[in-house]
């Protein structure tokens, strides 16, 4: 399998992306306190974040005919939620500011206009527009990192989408999405991580949630599968205004990155190569293995033989220090002292490796009681 490159991982690995989205509600001073009252939680926690708004040219993305239409819930909230350029260049000002980082999801292509503008270092893809190749074309000439939702779309549309990115070497990672809000824990289909790993495996892949019952359980089997990017809507309780049951609030991000620090700790973070075995462990499983013991007197000269090692000798605990045990390959050593029934056998009645080699001898020295 593939490994990420290093430039992907710098960029999306352990990356936390709140949605801000239109939650703002056409508000600068709400816009700001989500800002606000978020990124306190993020320092707090010690986690890479980015706060994401969304960018429409709301007078072109809407169609003359139906501006101001009340009946279609799109158009009203695009509509009830427009914010001035000047509100959006605080909010990004804001964001640097508490130490996040800025991105956005543009819905067209003035607004990829608009995200190099205000210099985003991350621009994301929505679900729905994974199959609208005119403002991918535009996105991918800014050849900024780009995050795409996976949410509706099919195996062909992400595998033509990841060529796509891939041929222009342009950093992408995909995250897994069920586009339902909210999804209950019955729909969130966490195998797909395991599907987008093995599928796109030069690629980070991540989790962007709407699920709203839990914020640990999902993320301790998202990080354990291997997503390493996550994504959620956030919001804060205020003004009077009704949450949606998808979107998170400061404490509830706040349990989600507790399950992420969690999941890092239980996982142990090296899944490239063996890892390291504490000295406590190896004490302990020391303790455990069985010691070599004579069924016999013997003596000097005695030829230790494997095919009748269970003929003159037993094993048993505890493993004394000094003794030779069953992790020891006993053929060919010679006694050079006398053993009695039941003695238990060490370095000092043989000769080999065991008692001359200065390393093996000071480690079976030092191990057992």
């Known amino acids: 399998m593939d490994k990420v490159n290093q430039r992907d991982k710098d960029l999306f690995e352990n990356l936390f992306v709140l949605e801000l989205a239109n939650n703002h509600w056409g508000s600068l001073e709400r816009g700001l306190k989500i ?39 799109y158009v009203k909230k695009t509509e ?19 130490s996040c980082i800025p991105m956005a999801t543009p819905f067209d292509e003035a607004s990829v206009d608009l995200c190099v503008e205000f210099d985003m270092p991350i621009i994301k893809i929505a679900s729905s527009d994974v199959n609208d190749w005119v403002l991918i074309e535009k996105i991918a000439s800014t050849r900024k990192p780009t995050i795409v939702s996976s949410g509706g779309a099919s195996e062909k549309d992400l595998d033509d989408l990841v060529q796509f990115f ?26 797909q991580i395991d599907y987008l790993r093995n599928r796109y495996p030069s690629h980070v892949i991540g989790f962007s949630t709407h699920e709203y019952s839990d914020w640990f359980s999902s993320m301790l089997i998202s990080f354990g ?11 804060i309780d205020h003004d009077s205004v009704t949450v949606s049951p ?13 399950a992420f620090h969690k999941a890092r700790d239980m996982c142990g973070g090296c899944s490239s190569s063996r890892r390291i075995i504490p000295k406590q462990e190896t004490e302990y499983l020391n303790a455990l293995v069985r010691g070599a013991y004579s069924r016999r007197d013997l003596e000097p000269g005695y030829v230790i033989d494997k095919h009748s090692f269970e003929k003159d000798f037993y094993l048993a605990i505890p493993l004394h220090k000094g003794q030779l045990s069953c992790r020891e390959v006993m053929n060919g050593e010679k006694l050079i002292a ?10 000092e009645h043989v000769d080999g490796p065991y008692s001359e080699d200065p390393s093996l001898k000071k480690l079976i020295l030092n191990r057992g009681v």
């Open 166 to 191: 891939e041929k222009r070497d342009i950093p992408l990672a995909i995250n897994h999405c069920v586009s339902l809000y909210p999804s209950e824990d019955g729909e969130l289909e966490l195998d």
């Open 246 to 258: 998808y979107c998170s609030l400061p404490s509830q991000c706040d349990s989600w990155y507790k």
């Open 338 to 347: 006398p053993i009695k029934a039941h003695e238990r056998l060490t370095i």
């Open 225 to 235: 599968k291997g997503a390493r990017t996550w994504e959620r809507h956030i919001d």
């Open 80 to 98: 009830d939620t427009k914010l001035s350029h000047d509100d959006f260049a605080k909010m990004v000002e804001e964001i640097k500011y508490r």
């Open 35 to 73: 800002i606000r009252d978020h990124s306190a939680i993020v320092r707090f926690n010690n986690v890479k974040a980015a706060i994401k708004l969304q960018f429409r040219d709301v007078d072109e993305f809407i169609h003359p005919e139906f501006r101001g239409n009340q009946d279609l819930r």
